[in-house]
């Protein structure tokens, strides 16, 4: 089945700072790609579609200006957690769509800790 | 709007018995079933997928679902237990009717799978 790879798979940093997070299909092209966040023993949350070419659609209660997507290529969707705070502490799974709609499929990628201090 | 049930957060079976995983959903229109399985800081691995035609659904590891319209229910299965089966299991459901959208697919809260010797 398709591939898809993020990086880093865990990060650590200091209050204030930004981190970017890379989400890749490796062996496929992905117009679109889901942004997910988990937190310790839930369900994953949609945060936002990423659309190659055009701007992230975010999902209600989600800020845009914190979570910054870019997804630049068909290959590449990038989530950077601006002046993070401990909150922002979590598990975020990206996923690539493969496929036309509606009978997509989604593949999803290891996933990135990240933590807070 | 779309939702997924899972009404157990965890299921404890014995290595060598049946185990089941339930899960229900809600959806405008046809639904387009997921049942997917978490390790521990790892992303989502894909088990197994119901479309349409025959209910009973076979996947990957041994893994089998039934899909049944009328209790709207999609339940994971496997005739016997490995110990290596122990993991966070997902369904999700992607609403294909015209009020559903058909664009998002909608996690349960996931069932912890233990299976003991």
């Known amino acids: 089945g398709a591939v898809v790879s993020q990086h880093p798979s865990r990060v650590i940093c200091k209050s204030g700072t930004s981190v970017k997070i890379e989400c890749r299909s490796l062996?496929?092209?992905?117009?679109?790609m889901f942004w997910y966040r988990q937190f310790p023993k839930q369900s994953l949350m949609l945060m936002a579609t990423?659309?190659?070419?055009?701007?992230?659609?975010?999902e209600q209660g989600v800020e845009k200006d914190k979570f910054l997507i870019n997804h630049a290529s068909l290959t590449l969707s990038t989530l950077t957690v601006t002046s993070a705070h401990p909150e922002d502490s979590s598990f975020y799974i990206c996923?690539?769509?493969?496929?036309?709609?509606?009978?997509?499929?989604?593949?999803f990628g290891p996933g990135t800790r990240l933590t807070v201090t | 709007a779309q939702s997924v049930a899972q009404p157990e957060d965890q299921v404890k079976v014995a290595e060598g018995n049946p185990l089941t995983v339930k899960c229900t959903y809600s959806v405008s229109g046809n639904p387009y079933l997921f049942w997917y399985v978490q390790y521990p800081n790892r992303g989502l691995q894909f088990l197994l997928k119901y479309i349409t035609g025959d209910n009973l659904v076979k996947g990957s590891y041994g893994f089998e679902a039934e899909f049944n319209k009328s209790q709207t229910s999609f339940h994971l299965k496997k005739p016997s237990a490995l110990v290596s089966d122990s993991a966070l299991y997902f369904c999700a459901v992607r609403d294909m009717g015209p009020a559903g959208g058909g664009n998002k697919l909608t996690f349960g809260t996931g069932t912890q799978l233990k299976v003991e010797l």
């Open positions: 996923s690539a769509r493969e496929g036309g709609y509606p009978y997509y499929e989604q593949y």
């Open positions: 990423s659309n190659e070419g055009s701007k992230a659609t975010y």
């Open positions: 062996d496929f092209q992905a117009t679109t």
